[in-house]
């Protein structure tokens, strides 16, 4: 068995240039040749996972099948590299500091001054060396993230532990790749180096000199934007690339294979590995660019103005117009502005679909339910994810069974028909982080439901993060009113998904799907709601000619 050999991807100039789709689609090019890949993400904040932090600051909190509160890019990861990651996949300062000072206490150094360098360095590569060995395989390459701009306060000690790393490492094992920033002036149309220079100087300070520079941009650099860059940066020109704009994310890796990233990887680590075998990605972007409809979905949440607070459920929405070979655009509508409007209805008109996202607290609840009344009295296909669910049934309990007061009692602790309630485990925790009903928990599924239709298995394992359920003493009342329980857990206490019996498509789901589906292989539920989705769009298209059009352009 080969040894592990090692990628580090660090950011210069500023945030937000892509640097996890950009590793992500490295992971992607490797494991198209063959190679088996993991990957890892390195958060400086000092909260110990993502669970606590708000969607708003950092976007969605990623669950792994182990239960594991994540930062975004794993879903990326996931999505690119097709691979089930774990708890292992995720460090933060927190962590490392909480596991540094638990040694401390425990007398595990021995009387030695605990400091930065050597404890907690020692520690974040420990953590690194964690991921290499999994399942007793060790894949062949571990791409490491670090999140942050080089130059953070936050970032240091990770530098420090990777600029280690590779002294600790046999020479050729382990490569550092850095992303750039470069702007375009746009009087003059030039592309200028200035910045990249210094974001690589930053790096090369604490020691690290890039093999590969990755250069953000809107447009290719010329020959001799990249001779200048070569020349101050102390790269060799041909390990310098252009990471340009592109339409569509699942672009990036054919356009990382078609100007020579992957070859690159494989020259400098020295891999053994076959040619390529991009076919399936190539089929799967070949829908992308060839949809033969297009139908937009309202997806109506609490964090509407970030579409990264929903990001997997928007990827997942695309991954079943790709199986569907359509376009699907996602709206994001801010619950809020559905409440007190008495033009609510129009705001919802003319959407080929209503997803209802995961979410916490009472904010934007009227809006929700308003909603889910919405897609069940119009017929719209509707799927509900975790609270989504949670809130399609309390609509369903006041609107059709005629339970007024029914609730949560996440909204209302009192609530005299608590529809939804704590799951029983829940009533003692107080403290947050890591307490939820959380990852992999299985779910069997009623035969003869659109919900088997979707899976066409018997038995799920499903990604969960959730507190609250529907309470069992109001499970026959909801049975008997027409909403069917077509997913319960294997002793039948937890109800997993329901699904109504006088709709064409409306599935509720306390898990989250979206967490495993992939853009090859979009989730069954995604899929068949995006497919009734469509169905909906030409049925209401033939009946009223331009009712949906109204939001849904020509197909070009
Ligand atoms: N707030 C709800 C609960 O805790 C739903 C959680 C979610 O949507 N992830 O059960």
């Given at each position: 068995?080969?040894?592990?050999?090692?990628?580090?991807?660090?950011?210069?100039?500023?945030?937000?240039?892509?640097?996890?789709?950009?590793?992500?689609?490295?992971?992607?090019?490797?494991?198209?040749?063959?190679?088996?890949?993991?990957?890892?993400?390195?958060?400086?904040?000092?909260?110990?996972?993502?669970?606590?932090?708000?969607?708003?600051?950092?976007?969605?909190?990623?669950?792994?099948?182990?239960?594991?509160?994540?930062?975004?890019?794993?879903?990326?990861?996931?999505?690119?590299?097709?691979?089930?990651?774990?708890?292992?996949?995720?460090?933060?300062?927190?962590?490392?500091?909480?596991?540094?000072?638990?040694?401390?206490?425990?007398?595990?150094?021995?009387?030695?001054?605990?400091?930065?360098?050597?404890?907690?360095?020692?520690?974040?590569?420990?953590?690194?060396?964690?991921?290499?060995?999994?399942?007793?395989?060790?894949?062949?390459?571990?791409?490491?993230?670090?999140?942050?701009?080089?130059?953070?306060?936050?970032?240091?000690?990770?530098?420090?532990?990777?600029?280690?790393?590779?002294?600790?490492?046999?020479?050729?094992?382990?490569?550092?790749?850095?992303?750039?920033?470069?702007?375009?002036?746009?009087?003059?149309?030039?592309?200028?180096?200035?910045?990249?220079?210094?974001?690589?100087?930053?790096?090369?300070?604490?020691?690290?000199?890039p093999d590969i520079l990755l250069c953000r941009s809107t447009q290719e650099m010329n020959d001799d934007v990249k001779k200048k860059i070569a020349l101050f940066c102390n790269v060799p020109i041909d390990s310098i690339f252009s990471d340009v704009d592109v339409d569509n994310i699942y672009f990036i890796p054919l356009v990382f294979e078609e100007i020579g990233v992957g070859s690159k990887l494989v020259e400098l680590l020295n891999l053994e590995c076959g040619p390529p075998d991009l076919s399936d990605w190539i089929g799967m972007v070949d829908a992308i660019k060839n949809p033969e409809a297009k139908i937009k979905i309202a997806l109506v949440g609490k964090y509407a103005i970030l579409r990264d607070a929903y990001i997997s459920v928007i990827e997942a929405l695309i991954h079943g117009g790709?199986?569907?070979?359509?376009?699907?655009?996602?709206?994001?509508?801010?619950?809020?502005?559905?409440?007190?409007?008495?033009?609510?209805?129009?705001?919802?008109?003319?959407?080929?679909?209503?997803?209802?996202?995961?979410?916490?607290?009472?904010?934007?609840?009227?809006?929700?339910?308003?909603?889910?009344?919405?897609?069940?009295?119009?017929?719209?296909?509707?799927?509900?994810?975790?609270?989504?669910?949670?809130?399609?049934?309390?609509?369903?309990?006041?609107?059709?069974?005629?339970?007024?007061?029914?609730?949560?009692?996440?909204?209302?602790?009192?609530?005299?028909?608590?529809?939804?309630?704590?799951?029983?485990?829940?009533?003692?925790?107080?403290?947050?982080?890591?307490?939820?009903?959380?990852?992999?928990?299985?779910?069997?599924?009623?035969?003869?439901?659109?919900?088997?239709?979707?899976?066409?298995?018997?038995?799920?394992?499903?990604?969960?993060?959730?507190?609250?359920?529907?309470?069992?003493?109001?499970?026959?009342?909801?049975?008997?009113?027409?909403?069917?329980?077509?997913?319960?857990?294997?002793?039948?206490?937890?109800?997993?998904?329901?699904?109504?019996?006088?709709?064409?498509?409306?599935?509720?789901?306390?898990?989250?799907?979206?967490?495993?589906?992939?853009?090859?292989?979009?989730?069954?539920?995604?899929?068949?709601?995006?497919?009734?989705?469509?169905?909906?769009?030409?049925?209401?298209?033939?009946?009223?000619?331009?009712?949906?059009?109204?939001?849904?352009?020509?197909?070009?």
């Amino acid at each position: 068995m080969s040894e592990t050999k090692y990628i580090f991807v660090t950011g210069g100039n500023l945030s937000g240039l892509g640097k996890g789709l950009a590793a992500a689609s490295m992971g992607r090019l490797l494991k198209s040749r063959g190679l088996s890949v993991s990957i890892l993400k390195v958060d400086p904040y000092i909260n110990v996972d993502a669970g606590t932090m708000s969607p708003y600051q950092h976007g969605e909190v990623f669950v792994t099948k182990d239960g594991a509160e994540t930062d975004l890019d794993l879903g990326h990861y996931e999505r690119f590299i097709d691979i089930d990651l774990t708890e292992k996949s995720n460090i933060t300062t927190g962590q490392v500091y909480h596991a540094v000072i638990d040694k401390e206490r425990k007398g595990s150094y021995l009387g030695a001054t605990v400091q930065v360098i050597p404890h907690i360095t020692n520690e974040i590569k420990d953590r690194i060396h964690g991921l290499s060995i999994q399942n007793e395989e060790r894949p062949d390459v571990v791409i490491v993230e670090i999140g942050g701009t080089v130059g953070d306060i936050e970032s240091l000690p990770f530098l420090e532990a990777i600029r280690q790393f590779r002294m600790d490492q046999p020479r050729g094992h382990v490569l550092n790749i850095h992303l750039t920033f470069l702007p375009l002036v746009s009087t003059t149309k030039e592309l200028k180096t200035k910045l990249t220079q210094h974001a690589v100087r930053a790096l090369r300070e604490i020691g690290i000199q890039p093999d590969i520079l990755l250069c953000r941009s809107t447009q290719e650099m010329n020959d001799d934007v990249k001779k200048k860059i070569a020349l101050f940066c102390n790269v060799p020109i041909d390990s310098i690339f252009s990471d340009v704009d592109v339409d569509n994310i699942y672009f990036i890796p054919l356009v990382f294979e078609e100007i020579g990233v992957g070859s690159k990887l494989v020259e400098l680590l020295n891999l053994e590995c076959g040619p390529p075998d991009l076919s399936d990605w190539i089929g799967m972007v070949d829908a992308i660019k060839n949809p033969e409809a297009k139908i937009k979905i309202a997806l109506v949440g609490k964090y509407a103005i970030l579409r990264d607070a929903y990001i997997s459920v928007i990827e997942a929405l695309i991954h079943g117009g790709i199986a569907n070979r359509i376009t699907v655009e996602v709206d994001c509508i801010l619950s809020e502005n559905l409440e007190d409007n008495e033009n609510w209805s129009d705001i919802l008109a003319g959407y080929s679909g209503i997803v209802i996202p995961g979410g916490f607290g009472d904010r934007g609840i009227k809006g929700k339910i308003l909603a889910c009344q919405f897609a069940r009295e119009q017929k719209v296909p509707f799927l509900g994810l975790c609270l989504g669910l949670q809130v399609a049934t309390v609509e369903y309990a006041r609107n059709v069974i005629g339970i007024k007061n029914a609730n949560s009692t996440e909204f209302d602790e009192v609530a005299p028909e608590p529809i939804i309630d704590l799951m029983p485990d829940q009533k003692k925790i107080t403290r947050k982080g890591g307490t939820m009903r959380l990852g992999h928990y299985p779910c069997n599924i009623k035969p003869g439901t659109n919900a088997h239709e979707a899976y066409g298995v018997d038995v799920v394992n499903e990604r969960h993060r959730h507190r609250l359920e529907i309470n069992n003493k109001y499970r026959d009342q909801l049975e008997k009113a027409g909403m069917i329980m077509c997913g319960v857990s294997p002793d039948d206490l937890l109800v997993e998904m329901v699904e109504l019996k006088d709709h064409p498509w409306h599935v509720s789901t306390q898990f989250h799907p979206e967490f495993q589906s992939r853009p090859q292989r979009a989730h069954p539920l995604f899929r068949e709601f995006i497919k009734a989705s469509l169905e909906y769009h030409k049925r209401v298209e033939d009946l009223l000619p331009g009712k949906v059009k109204e939001k849904v352009p020509e197909v070009s």
